[in-house]
């Protein structure tokens, strides 16, 4: 497996537009993180899915911020209008919960930036 | 509201020397731990984790330790290499209450001196 892709890597973006962040997750996995990495909060849990159904959306920051996860291959990150305080690296991770363990593995995340 | 906290920003140590990185949490529901270390431009990989029944569990160099009534966990490296600088973190998760959800902290940047 190629792990967990996420895509862009790199996404450059004037305030007010829409971005979408993509991930696809390892296959087989049935829960899905998204992160966001901030200096103050560390890895910021922002949703989280499970067998394809958000269960926890606590640490999107606003309405602005929505995810969606249409089938077990793919989700998106999406930020509505995107502003300036937004420019962080975010993190799509899957993981198998119920096994053994718990890890989860991390894509190599996309550098948001917003000008 | 922070449940896991990593309180040392960062930390230097000397190749060939122990290094102790620390977190605290405070749900005392949090029954499985792990360890994470990121380098520059790349996602966290798994490195160690820990289950609340040990206190102690070992791979190679890595040892992590649990104080369950302290809330704390700790990872030593010995002996500490070069390769080894990078950001560690370290997150909690509840899987006693079928949840699968991961928790982390703010990050330990350690760097080794050779």
């Known amino acids: 497996d190629a792990g967990v892709i996420q895509s862009p890597r790199h996404e450059v973006t004037e305030m007010g537009q829409e971005v979408t962040l993509r991930c696809k997750p390892i296959?087989?996995?049935?829960?899905l993180f998204w992160y966001r990495q901030t200096m103050m909060r560390g890895l910021e849990l922002l949703i989280y899915?499970?067998?394809?159904?958000?269960?926890?959306d606590s640490g999107m920051p606003e309405d602005r911020f929505s995810a969606k996860m249409p089938n077990a291959s793919f989700s998106t990150l999406k930020i509505q209008p995107s502003e300036p305080r937004d420019s962080a690296v975010y993190f799509c991770?899957?993981?198998?919960?119920?096994?053994?363990?718990?890890?989860?593995?991390f894509g190599q995340g996309t550098r948001l930036t917003v000008v | 509201d922070q449940q896991v906290k990593q309180n040392s920003p960062s930390l230097s140590v000397q190749e060939g020397r122990i290094s102790i990185l620390n977190c605290d949490y405070t749900?005392?529901?949090?029954?499985?731990f792990l360890w994470y270390k990121k380098y520059p431009a790349e996602g966290p990989t798994f490195l160690i984790s820990?289950?609340?029944?040990?206190d102690k569990n070992e791979d190679g160099r890595f040892t992590v330790f649990l104080n369950k009534s302290a809330k704390h966990l700790s990872l030593h490296i010995v002996p500490s290499q070069p390769g080894d600088s990078a950001v560690y973190f370290c997150?909690?998760?509840?899987?006693?209450?079928?949840?699968?959800?991961?928790?982390f902290g703010q990050g330990t940047t350690l760097q080794v001196k050779p």
């Open positions: 997150a909690a998760s509840a899987r006693s209450s079928n949840t699968g959800k991961l928790i």
């Open positions: 899915f499970n067998n394809n159904v958000p269960i926890d």
């Open positions: 749900n005392s529901m949090f029954d499985y």
């Open positions: 296959s087989g996995h049935n829960s």
């Open positions: 820990i289950s609340s029944i040990k």
């Open positions: 991770a899957s993981s198998l919960f119920g096994g053994v363990e718990a890890e989860a593995f």
